[in-house]
């Protein structure tokens, strides 16, 4: 079973320019999460969709931060502009349903804003 | 925000010795689990334990659960160097929202 695949795994790009992450989750998997990880703290959630739906995104910094999943399989997220303090990893995961036990993770996306 | 506080923020030990990480959080939960993150790459779930069970093995893990103390704990036995890594403790509250805390940072010396 392929796991949750997620492009460009790494990326640096300059204050107030906009930045895009792709995310294919695990066929099948109906929720799909993107999660914020700056370096040394654990991840924060930032948007859940559930198919092509938006049922969490209480922290998505909404007037920088943009997500779409439009036909409720692969899904990306926008940063535009950007920030110093963005510099983090963004993850990706997956589980068959909101009620899921495990959540499936990607390799997630490494960004650098200079 | 983040709920779970993980102690000890390091953790240093040798092959074969038997490592300790707790969890404290603040909410009452749903279920708590605990994920493993090698550098550089995400993160594996390892164990879920819900909030009406007090203990659960799984393999060379243990966790338990204290929702009166509303606190945490994994075990490793017997651990390995492809054990180093940093272990995180997740509270869901309901609907997989899940909350991480900091993490423990584990090394295995051989």
């Known amino acids: 079973e392929a796991g949750v695949a997620q492009s460009p795994r790494y990326k640096i790009i300059e204050k107030r320019q906009s930045v895009a992450f792709w995310c294919n989750p695990i066929s099948g998997h109906a929720t799909l999460y993107w999660y914020q990880q700056i370096l040394g703290q654990g991840p924060k959630l930032l948007i859940q969709f559930q198919n092509n739906g938006v049922v969490d995104d209480s922290q998505l910094p909404k007037d920088r931060f943009s997500a779409e999943r439009l036909k409720g399989v692969d899904s990306t997220l926008k940063i535009q502009p950007a920030k110093l303090e963005d510099s983090a990893v963004y993850l990706c995961?997956?589980?068959?349903?909101?009620?899921?036990?495990?959540?499936?993770f990607g390799p997630g996306t490494r960004l650098t804003v200079l | 925000s983040q709920q779970g506080e993980e102690d000890p923020q390091a953790l240093s030990i040798q092959e074969g010795e038997n490592a300790t990480m707790n969890c404290s959080y603040k909410?009452?939960?749903?279920?708590l689990q605990w994920y493993r993150q090698n550098s550089g790459r995400g993160l594996v779930h390892l164990i879920l334990i819900r909030s009406n069970e007090r203990e659960k093995h799984s393999g060379r893990l243990r966790v338990t659960l204290d929702t009166s103390k509303k606190s945490s704990s994994l075990l490793i036995t017997a651990s390995r160097a492809a054990d180093t890594a940093s272990y995180f403790c997740?509270?869901?509250?309901?609907?997989?929202?899940?909350?991480f805390g900091k993490g423990t940072m584990l090394l295995v010396s051989p």
């Open positions: 997740a509270t869901d509250e309901g609907y997989s929202t899940l909350t």
């Open positions: 995961a997956s589980s068959f349903t909101r009620d899921s036990d495990e959540q499936f």
């Open positions: 909410t009452s939960i749903n279920n």
